[in-house]
């Protein structure tokens, strides 16, 4: 199993606009959808301001290739990317192993 850490950087103030952005266009419902097993979508309050993280487990690198290229395809997903774009300064993302003493078990994802 694997866990991808996405990590952005907004323009100051503009994370309630991306949020919005998410919600009204169907991007949140679709996402979800598609890829499966959300780990956790979070807010910075301390250290790096105006950012978001959001963490996505997979079985396999191929699984997450393959759902976000689905992804990708999809109208309301261009959509919101022709949206959200330019509220983005920063985009980072990391593939994150469990260790073996991790709450989620290692070979196992959740709605995968």
Partial sequence: ????????DFYPGKI?????????TG???????????MVGYFVSEL????????????SSLDERAARRAT????P??????SQAAPLILRQESKILLP???SPIP???ADNA
């Fill in 16 to 24: 309630p606009v991306f949020f919005k952005v998410y919600e009204d």
């Fill in 106 to 108: 290692v070979g196992h």
């Fill in 71 to 74: 992804l990708m395809q999809e």
């Fill in 47 to 58: 250290g790096a301001l105006n950012q978001t993280v959001h963490m996505w487990a997979y």
């Fill in 27 to 37: 991007a949140r419902d679709l996402q979800t959808r598609i890829l499966g097993h």
């Fill in 99 to 101: 260790a073996p003493f």
């Fill in 1 to 8: 199993m694997i866990v991808e850490q996405r990590t952005y």
């Fill in 76 to 81: 309301v997903w261009q959509e919101f990317l």
